[in-house]
T-cell receptor, first 108, second 115 residues
């Protein structure tokens, strides 16, 4: 049983392309995080969402609570964006559920 | 910017030994979490902790695992008798509260290698 589903699992893009990563979840949530993990393992939180849309620089995250779906968009992608992107939801009961991650490679 | 810190960054231990992984959450945070990532696999929730007790735990968090907040700053994960399959990255996180719009902050992880 997967409480959080991400797609695609792997994504290769040319520098400058617009990228979308999707996350669907089945549990009731109090918040959703988009995380970035670089080789070497460290995790950085990009966004925390509970509704609507957030934007940081070239990154945009949206969430539709009714549809239980979130998307992470990267505009004008760059090789330094290459990383694993993980969707993580914090369930109303305070437990974390993680997606399997999307491995993004941006080619110059 | 405040951050969650974890020590050590890498620990190698013999199978059957006890290990303690340490985390220093952000100082005014009240909710604490441990999770792990076996190499090549997805991140898995282990346990959440609030008000000096476990609030949620996963099936992975069996009797060989325990957590403690021994003082006002540290949050530790103890593995009593390590197994080869405990080799993973262990991440700590903290939040100021448990409700909506309270962001989780993540540590950089401890890579545990059981030999």
């Amino acid at each position: 049983k997967n409480e959080v589903e991400q797609s695609p699992q792997n994504l290769t893009a040319q520098e400058g392309e617009f990228i979308t990563i999707n996350c669907s979840y089945s549990v009731g949530i109090s918040a959703l995080h988009w995380l970035q993990q670089h080789p070497g393992g460290g995790i950085v939180s990009l966004f925390m969402l509970s509704s609507g849309k957030k934007k940081h620089g070239r990154l945009i995250a949206t969430i539709n609570i009714q549809e239980k779906h979130s998307s992470l968009h990267i505009t004008a992608s760059h090789p330094r964006d290459s990383a694993v992107y993980i969707c993580a939801v914090i369930e109303a009961g305070n437990q974390f559920y993680f997606g399997t991650g999307t491995s993004l490679t941006v080619i110059p | 910017e405040p951050e969650v810190t974890q020590t050590p960054s890498h620990q190698v231990t013999q199978m059957g030994q006890e290990v303690i992984l340490r985390c220093v959450p952000i100082s005014n945070h009240l909710y604490f979490y441990w999770y792990r990532q076996i190499l090549g696999q997805k991140v898995e929730f282990l346990v959440s902790f609030y008000n000096n007790e476990i609030s949620e735990k996963s099936e992975i968090f069996d009797d060989q695992f325990s957590v403690e907040r021994p003082d006002g700053s540290n949050f530790t994960l103890k593995i009593r008798s390590t197994k080869l399959e405990d080799s993973a990255m262990y991440f700590c996180a903290s939040r100021v509260g448990g409700g909506l719009n309270t962001e989780a902050f993540f540590g950089q992880g401890t890579r545990l290698t059981v030999v």
